[in-house]
């Protein structure tokens, strides 16, 4: 019986985790949650991973056992058979062909035997033929274009401009949280700025997925527009998180996607903020089987993947 020790932020991702080192669906597995996790105190302090364990059903395994007893039963028949007939002499001969076609026979049942434990098995690959399309169609889905970016040297940031003030306030917040980063600033074409922190290497200014990155930047932003008669937009990403957490969006949306096609029915994800949301939906805007739009209220706002009718 194979079993599997997961951990991540979530318990949803120390299950998905668990799955793909497993080459198993949710359906195969039995899950028993070893701990839940916590993103500590105000999600900045004291967070801890949550960990699940996963058990590979023993029906998967039952084919092959009867796959490996049958034959070891067979052979000691077909001994059998051969000793009771050596005390007639005058028979020798004819024995001798006979144990041939004896033995070609548990061969042949062998081999009409093997192709149903061997059932299961095509699920695996049929699992990783779905992690090559998604693959493949990775570069398609990344049709959120990044803007071009003008790195600013510290020393020509000033106090009257918008990334000036967003570094001023950056600098003063994560000592007050205890994080030692650097920072460095940029802007766009079209003024707004972008802020990246690194040095964050326990995820601190991230939090549960990206809560407390999401609240630094509103913090951010707040500080720079204050004030101001134009709105400046700001983007914080500290150690890359933004394209990491992107490529794992991508991946779960046509995940879910083909789940949808496969059963034909909706499929609803998890919460996610309006941006996160506008990846899912973006990842999917070239896939004809399959709809997209979102329901309920913030916070608990959520994907939803329905297959056309047909």
Known sequence: MRTYEASAKTVEEAIELGLQELGVSIGDVDVQVVEEGSKGLFGLFGSRLAKVKLTVK????DPLGDLLEEPAQKPAKQEKKPAEKKPEAKKQEEKKP???KEEKKPAERKAEK????VKPAPAQPEEAAEEKEEAAEKPAARILEKPEVTMIPADQLTEDSAAGRAH????????????DVTIEMGTDGEGNVYGYMNGD???ILIGRRGETLDAVQYLTSLKVNRGQDNYTRVTLDTENYRAKREDTLIRLANRMANRALRTGRKVSLEPM????RRIIHYALQQ???VDTHSEGEEPNRHVVITTHKK
């Open 58 to 61: 023993a029906a998967e395994e």
């Open 98 to 100: 006979e144990p041939k």
């Open 114 to 117: 093997k192709p149903a434990p």
């Open 168 to 179: 001023a306030f950056l600098t003063e917040l994560t000592k007050l949280m205890g994080v």
């Open 201 to 203: 290497t326990l995820g």
């Open 273 to 276: 903020n309006p941006y996160e």
């Open 287 to 289: 896939n004809d089987g």
